[in-house]
């Protein structure tokens, strides 16, 4: 008896669209990294990139609990000295929500070259209208 290994390209990718008004932040992108990575799927390989697409649009309406609006930091550095900046979660919510969303979900993905093939299938938007009305995304209400 042999196992069955899923090619990626016979694999059909499913566009789903996902809308954050009101859903919370850490559930939200768990739920995104699991279709992403394609476990909702019976042929899931961890090693194959099996996942579907992803569409969130309101990333500005995602809510957090607690006092993560102030408390939790992101941060970077910019390689010279002195160069570590942080940034609350609050302000970056109001500069780039986008941002806040696309690292929660990148947290979740494994990380390599089949981590980044899973991300570049996330698209998030600002705003109720995004550019891929030609895919039919299927609305994904269970998150």
Same mark, same amino acid.
């Given at each position: 008896?042999?196992?069955?290994?899923?090619?990626?390209? %016979? $694999?059909?990718?499913?566009?789903?669209?996902? *809308?954050?008004? &009101? @859903?919370?932040? #850490?559930?939200?992108?768990?739920?995104?990294?699991?279709? +992403?990575? #394609? @476990?909702? =799927?019976?042929?899931?390989?961890?090693?194959?990139?099996?996942? *579907? /697409?992803?569409?969130?649009? $309101?990333?500005? @309406?995602?809510?957090?609990?607690? $006092?993560?609006?102030?408390?939790?930091?992101?941060?970077?550095?910019?390689?010279?000295?002195?160069?570590?900046?942080?940034?609350? +979660? &609050?302000?970056?919510?109001?500069?780039?929500?986008?941002?806040?969303?696309?690292?929660?979900?990148?947290?979740?993905?494994? =990380?390599?070259?089949? &981590?980044?093939?899973? /991300?570049?299938?996330?698209?998030?938007? %600002?705003?109720?209208?995004?550019?891929?009305?030609?895919?039919?995304?299927? #609305?994904?209400?269970?998150?």
């Amino acid at each position: 008896m042999k196992t069955y290994l899923p090619k990626k390209d %016979t $694999n059909a990718k499913k566009w789903y669209l996902v *809308d954050a008004k &009101g @859903k919370t932040l #850490g559930r939200l992108a768990s739920r995104v990294a699991a279709i +992403l990575r #394609g @476990k909702h =799927k019976p042929d899931f390989t961890p090693s194959i990139d099996t996942g *579907d /697409f992803v569409v969130i649009i $309101n990333a500005e @309406k995602v809510h957090v609990t607690g $006092n993560k609006m102030t408390g939790k930091f992101y941060y970077h550095h910019t390689m010279y000295p002195d160069g570590l900046k942080a940034m609350p +979660l &609050g302000k970056l919510l109001e500069e780039r929500p986008e941002e806040v969303l696309k690292k929660a979900v990148w947290g979740m993905l494994p =990380k390599g070259p089949l &981590g980044r093939d899973m /991300f570049k299938k996330l698209k998030v938007y %600002t705003g109720s209208s995004h550019p891929h009305q030609a895919q039919v995304p299927v #609305g994904l209400e269970r998150i």
